[in-house]
C-alpha cells in the first residue's frame, strides 16, 4: 500500500485520489479548501427564488453589489455570481503577475470547476497521437468518470468528432430555442455539412438526466449558473466527499503549499504549507507526492522547490490555453417569445468545424439564453437604457452565443517562472501563434454563415475574442513523452527529474485540443492512479 | 433627509420609470441607496457628468434624452453607472422583474417592427440629447 499526498481538489485531484483510494492505497489531500454557502430554497425554479427570498437583490447582485456589471468595467465578464465568488478567493500573499495572459486561480473545495458549464468531449485519437499512450488507455478513464459523474448525450452528428463511451446517459430536455436550431439544422444539414463542414448535435455535459448515488437529476429549475440546489450538475467537490467516506482518506483543508523540499536524486521528502490566513506552517513527509493543483500552481510548486534548492531562474516552457471566441446570435423564428425559466441554463447543443487535419477541429458549445441576467448583455446595445432593455425582453428568448474553442500547441515563450523582485510568486507569459488573427477570421466567417443557414441574424461587430486565459484551460509546463529530456514526465506523469513527484493535471498534456479538457483531465488522472500504482 | 438622499430618490424614481415603466418599490429603492454607499467611485463625476445625471433624474423621458446622448458621447459615465445599476435591481427584484422578464409578445414579425420603432424613437432622443447637452458640455468644460 503507497501513501501519497495528493495537493488539490479540483477534477484533476479527487479522480485521482478516488482511484487510489479503490486500489487500497493512503490519500492525504493538502487543499485550499475554500467552501461555499448552501443553496437556498432548493425546490425553487429560478423566477420563484426571486419571490421567495427576502432580499433577492442581494442574493443575485452581492452584498455589496460587485454582481451589477457596469459599462466598461475592463475585465473579462465571466457571469460568475457573487454566491460564488469564494471560488476565486486567493491566499493572503499569492499575487500572481501575468503577461498576454489573464490566469483564474482557485483555492477551493472542487476547484475552478465548481463555476464549470459541465461539457464533458472525449478526445480521439488522431487529438491524443502527442501523448505517450494508447487511446484505449484513456478511453477507459472516461468511462469509469462517466460512471462516477454522469454524463449525458447522444449519438448524433458530433459523435463524428467525439468518440461514443459506455455510462453515457440519456440527454437532458432541449429547450425551445435550441430545439428549433436542432430542428433547422435537420433541414440544412447536407448544405452546411458539404460546404462548411459543419455539424450540430447534443453537447456532452456532466449533468444528471435520472438519479445518481444521492445526486438527482435535473429539474430543470433553471439555477445552473448559481449553483445547482440537488446536485444534479457534476462538481468536484462531490467527489471530494466520497473520498471523505474512505478510512484511509485524510483531508488537510485551509493550506497553501508553497513547496517540497527535496533530498538525494531529486527525490521529494517533505511538503511545506502555511494556512490560507499565512499565520501558520504545517509540513507532511512524503513517500510520493501528486500535484494536481492545477496546471499553474503545480507548476509553481516544483519552480519554488527548486528555487529554494538553489536551482535558480527556471521557467516551464510550453503552456497552452484555448483560444475562446464569443459569437452572439439573433433567432428570428424566436423573436417575441417568452424565454424559458424552467429549462437547464446552459449549452445543450454544439457545433463541429471540421479542420484541414483532425487535430485543427473546431469546438462550439451553443448557449440560448434563458435564466441570465440582461443587464449585462443589453447595456452594449448603442440605444438609451430604457430602449435597450425593451429590446432585451422582444429579444431575450431569441439570443444564443456560440462559445467557440480553438486547439493550442506547446510553444517556446509561453511559460510560468517566478518573479525576480517578489519571491515565490508566479509569472505568466503568453503570445499567440502567429497567424492566429487569420484563422479566427476564417472560422468565424464560417460560424456566421452556419448560423446564418439557421436562421440566426449574427450582428456585425459584436463578436468578442476573449483574452488568452479566460477559457481556463490550461496546460503542457511539464509534459508526458515516452523519451524526453529535463522538466518533461513519462507516460504514467511521473516526473524525469524528481522521481517520486507525480503530475497528474494538465501540466503533463503536450497538445491541448479545442475540446474543453475536463473530462479528459479527469480521466488521465484515473489512467495515471491505475497505471501507476 | 439629506439633500443627496433626495437627489437619489429623484434618481430612482426617473430611472425605474423609464426601465420597468412604474415607480420603485421600497426593497428597490433601498437597494439603490445601499449600492451607492458600497460602490460610491463608480458613480461620480465631472461637473458635466453631474448636469446630465441631474437632467435625467427629473422624468422617465428626460432620463432617456440624457442616457441617449450619455450611450454615445459618455458610454461609460456616471449616468450609464446608475442606469445600469438600475436595471440590475429591477430585473432581480418583485414586482419590478415580472414585468422585465415578460417577453413583448406578438408574432416575429410584428415583433421585427417594434424593434424598429423603439430604435427610431432613441435615435430621436438621441438628437435631442445632442441639442441640449453639446452646448452645456461646451459651457461647463469652460467653467471647469
Ligand atoms: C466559468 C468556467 C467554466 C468552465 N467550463 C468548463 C467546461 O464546460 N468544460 C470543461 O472541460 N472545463 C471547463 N472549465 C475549466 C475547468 O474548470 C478546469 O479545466 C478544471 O477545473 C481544472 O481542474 P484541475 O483539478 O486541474 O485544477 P483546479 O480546478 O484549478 O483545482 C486546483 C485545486 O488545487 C487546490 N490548490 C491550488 N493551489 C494550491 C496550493 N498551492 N496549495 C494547496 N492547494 C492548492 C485548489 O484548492 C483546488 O482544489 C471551466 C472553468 C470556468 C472557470
Ligand atoms: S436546471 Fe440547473 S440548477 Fe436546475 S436542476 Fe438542472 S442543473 Fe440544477
Redesign the pocket.
Known amino acids: 500500500m503507497d501513501h501519497v499526498v495528493v ?7 479527487v479522480h485521482f485520489a478516488l482511484s487510489l483510494l479503490e486500489r487500497g492505497h493512503r490519500v492525504t489531500m ?5 467552501r461555499g454557502p448552501v443553496p437556498p430554497h432548493p425546490d425553487a425554479t429560478y423566477t420563484q427564488l426571486k419571490e421567495r427570498l427576502d432580499d433577492p437583490a442581494r442574493y443575485l447582485l452581492g452584498e455589496d453589489f460587485g454582481g451589477v456589471v457596469l459599462p466598461d468595467s475592463g475585465e473579462e465578464y ?1 457571469g ?1 455570481p457573487p454566491e460564488k465568488g469564494f471560488i476565486f478567493e486567493h491566499p493572503d500573499g499569492f499575487a500572481p503577475r501575468s503577461h498576454g495572459f489573464s490566469p ?10 465548481e ?6 468531449y472525449p478526445l480521439n485519437a488522431d487529438e491524443i497521437e502527442d501523448f505517450p499512450f494508447a487511446h484505449s488507455a484513456l478511453q477507459r478513464g472516461y468511462e469509469t468518470v462517466a460512471r462516477r459523474i454522469g454524463v449525458t448525450g447522444e449519438d448524433d452528428d458530433l459523435a463524428r468528432f467525439m468518440p461514443l463511451h459506455e455510462g453515457l446517459m440519456a440527454p437532458l430536455r432541449l429547450d425551445a430555442h435550441s430545439e428549433l436550431l436542432l430542428d433547422r439544422y435537420a433541414k440544412k444539414r447536407s448544405w452546411l455539412n458539404a460546404r462548411l463542414r459543419c455539424y450540430l448535435g447534443r453537447t456532452r455535459v456532466a449533468t444528471l438526466s435520472r438519479d445518481l448515488g444521492d445526486r438527482k437529476a435535473c429539474a430543470y429549475l433553471g439555477r445552473c449558473l448559481w449553483g445547482c440546489p440537488i446536485g444534479a450538475l457534476y462538481t ?1 467537490s462531490a467527489t471530494l466527499r466520497e473520498c471523505m467516506g474512505h478510512p484511509n482518506f485524510d483531508y488537510a483543508g485551509g ?4 513547496h517540497f523540499a527535496l533530498g538525494a536524486e531529486g527525490r521529494a521528502t517533505e511538503l511545506v ?1 502555511r494556512s490560507i490566513d499565512g499565520t501558520e506552517e504545517r509540513r507532511f513527509g512524503i513517500d510520493v507526492l501528486a500535484l ?4 499553474l ?1 503545480s507548476s ?2 516544483v519552480l519554488e522547490s527548486l528555487r529554494r534548492d538553489g536551482a535558480g531562474d527556471v521557467a516551464l516552457e510550453g503552456l497552452m490555453d484555448n483560444r475562446q471566441v464569443l459569437v452572439p446570435f439573433v433567432n428570428q423564428r424566436m423573436l417575441g417569445r417568452a424565454f424559458e425559466d424552467e429549462a437547464y441554463q446552459y449549452h445543450l447543443i454544439g457545433l463541429g468545424i471540421e479542420g484541414e487535419t483532425p487535430r485543427d477541429y473546431v469546438h462550439g458549445q451553443i448557449t440560448t439564453l434563458k435564466t441570465a441576467m440582461m443587464h449585462p448583455v443589453v447595456q452594449s446595445l448603442p440605444f438609451d437604457l430604457g430602449t435597450s432593455a425593451l429590446i432585451g425582453r422582444a429579444t431575450h428568448a431569441a439570443l444564443g452565443v456560440v462559445n467557440v474553442n480553438f486547439n493550442d500547441h506547446r510553444r517556446p515563450g509561453n511559460s510560468v517562472g517566478l518573479s525576480g523582485e517578489d519571491p515565490g510568486n508566479l509569472v505568466v507569459r503568453y503570445a499567440p501563434a502567429s497567424g492566429e488573427g487569420d484563422r479566427l477570421k476564417r472560422t468565424l466567417k464560417t460560424v456566421s454563415r452556419a448560423l446564418r443557414k439557421l436562421g440566426c441574424w449574427v450582428p456585425p461587430g459584436m463578436s468578442h475574442v476573449r483574452p488568452m486565459g479566460a477559457s ?2 490550461y496546460a503542457g509546463t511539464l509534459p508526458m513523452c515516452e523519451n524526453g529530456g529535463a522538466w518533461t514526465t513519462d507516460p504514467q506523469g511521473r516526473s524525469r527529474d524528481l522521481p517520486n513527484v507525480f503530475l497528474v ?2 501540466c503533463g498534456f503536450p497538445f491541448l485540443p479545442a475540446k ?4 479528459t ?1 479527469m480521466a488521465n488522472a484515473v489512467r495515471i492512479a491505475d497505471s501507476a500504482f | 433627509m439629506s439633500s443627496q438622499g433626495n437627489q437619489l430618490r429623484r434618481e430612482a424614481h426617473a430611472f425605474a420609470r423609464l426601465l420597468a415603466g412604474a415607480a420603485p418599490a421600497a426593497a428597490v429603492l433601498e437597494a439603490y441607496l445601499a449600492a451607492h454607499r458600497a460602490r460610491p467611485a463608480a458613480f461620480r463625476g465631472t461637473s458635466f457628468q453631474r448636469v446630465l445625471v441631474s437632467s435625467a433624474s427629473r422624468s422617465a423621458f428626460r432620463a432617456r434624452v440624457a442616457d441617449a446622448y450619455a450611450r454615445m458621447f459618455d458610454p461609460a459615465g456616471p449616468l450609464r453607472c446608475k442606469l445600469v445599476l438600475m436595471l440590475a435591481i429591477l430585473e432581480t427584484t418583485p414586482p419590478a422583474h415580472r414585468r422585465l422578464d415578460a417577453p413583448i409578445g406578438g408574432s416575429p414579425a410584428a415583433a421585427l417592427l417594434r424593434l424598429v420603432l423603439y430604435g427610431l424613437r432613441s435615435v430621436g432622443s438621441l438628437i435631442l440629447g445632442v441639442i441640449l447637452f453639446t452646448p452645456r458640455r461646451w459651457f461647463t468644460r469652460e467653467a471647469d
Open positions: 495537493v488539490g481538489s479540483g477534477a484533476s485531484g493538502v487543499d485550499g479548501g475554500k465571466y460568475v483564474l486561480f482557485s483555492f477551493a473545495q472542487g476547484g475552478l470547476a463555476a464549470w458549464t459541465a461539457g464533458c468536484p493550506l497553501f503549499a508553497s504549507a494536481a493543483a492545477g496546471t500552481c509553481g510548486i481556463v484551460h493535471d494538465g474543453n479538457i475536463t473530462f483531465l
